[in-house]
């Protein structure tokens, strides 16, 4: 079983800049993609942005420019830096990861796993 623990969300002004991480623990072999997704209310989760094993990245549209994304393989760990901060990035940030898991009966399942989400508000 694969475990995420986001930290990093809060309360900030329109222009500020936060820096959310998330590290994931448990049963890891290894870790592929990692990324951020975040939902306001009532509107669908939509990719923020998404990194691979090898260090290619992809972002939303809504954040290219201003959301940075990294990764320490060696932590399995995954940043998420966040300037020019709009009231629009109001939302749930949420951390998913997918790779592969073992079991101790000498199994190799795939795992795709969630954060339990952490909260950003912009305030304008």
């Known amino acids: 079983q694969v475990q995420l623990v986001e930290s990093g969300g809060g309360l900030v002004q329109a222009g500020g800049s936060l820096r959310l991480s998330c590290a994931a623990s448990?049963?890891?072999?290894?870790?592929?993609?990692m990324g951020w997704y975040r939902q306001a209310p009532g509107k669908q989760r939509e990719l923020v942005a998404l990194?691979?094993?090898?260090?290619?990245?992809r972002y939303g549209d809504s954040v290219k420019g201003r959301f940075t994304i990294s990764r320490d393989n060696a932590k399995n760990t995954v940043y998420l830096q966040m300037n020019s901060l709009k009231p629009e990035d109001t939302a749930v940030y949420y951390c998913?990861?997918?790779?592969?898991?073992?079991?101790?009966?000498?199994?190799?399942?795939?795992?795709?796993?969630w954060g339990q989400g952490t909260q950003v508000t912009v305030s304008s």
């Open positions: 998913n990861a997918d790779g592969t898991s073992y079991s101790t009966k000498g199994s190799w399942p795939p795992f795709d796993s």
């Open positions: 448990g049963s890891i072999f290894r870790v592929d993609n």
């Open positions: 990194i691979t094993s090898g260090g290619s990245t």
